[in-house]
Structures are given as C-alpha cells and as structure tokens.
C-alpha cells in the first residue's frame, strides 16, 4: 500500500530552492531592465545639453567676423577641447575646421584644388556617455568673403611647415604683384593658422611674389626671407608650400692651435655648411642653420663658385694613403647637428703657413692645382687675404689657411720657398721648389 503526503505537509526543500532561483532570475531581469531605463534616461537627458552646447557654439562660431573671416574661424578651431559644466556634469566641446572644394571633397591647404566653403564641426561628448555613442555633433559651412574662388577670381593657398613636417602658425605672408603683371596686390592676409595655413582669397589673376619672414628663422638653403612666384588663374587656387623653421645657432671654433694658436684668419674666410648635398656658405663664425636631424658637414674656404667646385677644402676627400714612407689616414669632416632654437659649436681645422715677406707689404693666397700625393683637388681659384701684414728679417707671420695647395704673394708678388714653412703636415714638406704651398689634414694611421 503507497503512503501518500497528508495535504498539509508543506514544501520540500528542493521545491523551495527553486522557486527562489525562479524569483532571482526575474528579479534580475527587472533590476537590469530598471538600471538600463534609468541609465538610458539619463544618457538621454545628457544628449538633450549636449545638443544645446554645439547648437550654442555653432552660433559663437558663426558670430566670429559674421562668419566671413576664416582665418578667424580657423583660429578659435584650434583651440583644445573646452570643458563645460552643466547640473554636475562634465561635456567636452570641441570644433574642427576643414576646407571643402567646389567637387565637395576635404582638401588640405597645400592643394591645388579649388577652395569653396570652410567646414566646422563641433563634436561634444559627456561623462557616463553609453561606450557606443559617439556624442553629438553639429556641422556648418561659411564661404569667404568675396568667394575663395569664382569664375572671374582665384585664390593663393601658403602652408608653411617646420623641418620635421610640422605646421608653423602665426606668420604673415607678403603678397605682391610680380612686376608687369596684371594682377592686384591682395589686402588684409591673415597669419598662418594652427594648421600652417592662411589664404588670400578673391585675387584677380596675374603672377603674384610670396615671401615670409620671421626673426631667427631660416628656410632649409638657409633664406631668412625665401620668396616663390606663383601664377592665379580664374576659378582656381594657385598653392604655395614653404618649409620654415626656427633656426639653431652654430659658433665655429677654427682649430689650428695646437700649431700656432696666434695664426692670422683670412679676413675673407667662408664658412660651408653641407647637409643632403646641398651646401651654403656664409662669411661668418656664427650662423644660424635651419634644423636638421643630419648633421651638417663644416669646412672652411671655398668649396663652390658657379659650377666649380674645391674638394681640397673638405678634410674628407683625402683619402688614405703612404706619402713619402709615412702612412696616412684619411682626412675627417667636422660635423654639428643644427636643434631648434638651440646653440651649438664646432670645431673645424685649418692648416698653418709661416711666412716671411716684406714688412708692411700685403698678403694674399691663391688656390692653385693640386700638389703633392693625395691632394683632390681644386678647380676654384679663390683668393684670401688678410689683414695683417707681412715681417723680414728673423720674425715670421702664422698665417691660418684651408687645406689644398696655394700661392702665397706679398704685395702681389708670390714668396719664394725658403719664406715659407709648413707646420701642419705629417709627411709632405708643404712647399715645392716653385713655392706652392700644400697643407694636408691628414694624420698617422
């Protein structure tokens, strides 16, 4: 005979455990059902500012200038995220500002394409934001005044950018008609935006000078002032690119003491500074060098003169070699890396020549060809002077001079050879029996 349960007898434990697994996964479901409605209310509300706040500086943006100055637009678009607080919340505001061409598409200011209408963007997120949303956006369009471009006018894009690639804001361009041209000067350029960038808008065409300038800067050939012709067309945006930076200071520090610490610099003495085949040349001991991350190569004397060119100067192109018995390493550049508003020296050697001309008289070298085992050469006959004069008798006058071989003359007349001494060189003599004077930078290997 089965027992059955009395009527009143109850639940069974594992009766009652799951009724309250039934009961927690409902009420899970409502809690999380209730948190998502809150949140997403609440997310909501956030939008709500949000879309006020860009809608808001979307009107700020359109009050700059009544909304024709780009220049303006783009500089208060340059500016970081702003933060706003509204009912204890955190919104962040940020406006982007790009150009958009008559085809519709983005264009940077260094293109050719025709500008049209400046684009702005104003993006603002908000804390606690859903991690899906990307925030609220509002957008807006302004043409420039007088039109960028149009069927009669075009327009003069400049970018300029530092060394590594880098916008440079707040320069000025100098717009002006090429001579004979039938253009008109342009008034009222702006700076340079945050982007590197500025416009002329509304030229009439013709051919146009742009130049920059700013203290302490340089362009990589080392132009202080660099200037490009362009040529604007009707409907179309004529681009001018320049790479401008902030110059490095270099000092040149002559090394020829351990000969003769007194020795006379040629009062005409060149300075090369040679970076990425490239070279220029200055007349002076200090200079400022447009930023590089190669270094430059220094020498001193003249190593260019139109299509002529002096390798001698350049410690360098000796090469290795035995000279009269005596082994010979080659020659070593002077190297200095040019910094951004950062000073430097670098020490470059010269050769010395004592001499003994006549008191008073005037002293002069010319480069000549090559002498002596090694030499590279030199296809430039420059001529340095100094302004120390020449002493008889028992006292001699060092004279500091770049490597390669020369005339030394006084008062025009070259020096015989027993008036002149080499101290520089390891193994030539320095001084050939016609009196042309050679000195080698190169040294014992």
């Known amino acids: 005979m089965n027992e059955r349960s009395a009527p009143d007898s109850g639940f069974t434990l594992i009766e009652a455990l799951v ?93 050719e394409t025709n500008l049209f209408e400046l684009h702005v963007n104003v993006r603002v997120t908000w ?122 200071g270099v000092a040149v520090d002559l090394d020829f003491a351990p000969y003769n610490a007194n020795a006379a610099v040629p009062a005409n003495l060149p300075i090369n500074y040679t970076v990425n085949g490239a070279t220029s040349s200055v007349l002076s001991l200090v200079s400022g060098l447009f930023p590089s991350s190669t270094p430059y190569a220094v020498t001193a004397g003249v190593a260019k003169a139109g299509t002529k060119t002096c390798p001698a100067v350049d410690p360098q192109a000796w090469v290795a070699a035995t000279v009269n018995g005596v082994p010979l390493k080659a020659g070593v550049t002077s190297t200095v890396t040019s910094l951004v508003n950062v000073s430097s020296t670098v020490k470059v050697p010269m050769g010395v020549v004592l001499v003994n001309a006549p008191v008073g008289s005037a002293l002069t070298a010319i480069q000549t060809t090559p002498v002596g085992a090694g030499n590279p050469g030199c296809d430039v006959r420059s001529t340095l002077s100094w302004s120390v004069s020449g002493a008889g008798g028992s006292n001699w006058v060092a004279l500091a001079l770049p490597y390669g071989s020369w005339t030394i003359s006084a008062d025009g007349v070259p020096l015989v050879a027993s008036a002149q001494q080499v101290v520089t060189n390891t193994a030539l003599p320095g001084v050939s029996t016609d009196g042309t004077v050679t000195l080698d930078p190169r040294t014992l290997r």
């Not at 200038?65 to 919104?91: E, F």
């Not at 001579?179 to 509304?202: I, L």
Request: charged share 15%; net charge neutral.
């Open 19 to 111: 009724a309250l697994l039934v009961f927690a996964i409902i009420s899970s479901g409502i809690v999380a059902g209730t948190t998502t409605i809150v949140r997403m209310t609440d997310d909501s509300r956030a939008r709500v500012v949000a879309a006020n706040l860009a809608a808001q500086d979307i009107d700020s943006v359109r009050a700059v200038a009544n909304g024709k100055d780009t220049s303006a637009i783009y500089s208060i678009t340059s500016q970081p995220a702003q933060d706003r607080l509204v009912n204890g919340r955190h919104y962040s505001v940020k406006r982007t500002a790009s150009w958009i061409s008559s085809a519709g598409a983005s264009v940077s200011c260094n293109s």
């Open 127 to 248: 804390d606690g934001m859903i991690s899906t949303d990307k925030g609220v956006q509002n957008d807006t369009l302004f043409a420039p005044t007088g039109s960028s471009t149009t069927s009669a006018l075009g327009a003069i894009a400049v970018s300029v950018v530092g060394y590594s690639g880098q916008p440079i804001a707040g320069i000025i361009p100098t717009i002006t008609v090429v001579a004979g041209s039938t253009g008109e000067t342009p008034t009222g350029t702006k700076a340079t935006t945050s982007e590197g960038c500025t416009y002329a808008n509304g030229v009439k065409p013709g051919a146009y000078s742009v130049s920059i300038f700013r203290q302490g800067y340089r362009d990589p050939s080392g132009d202080t002032n660099p200037k490009k012709t362009v040529s604007v067309s009707a409907g179309q945006t004529a681009s001018v690119q320049f790479v401008y930076d902030q110059a490095g």
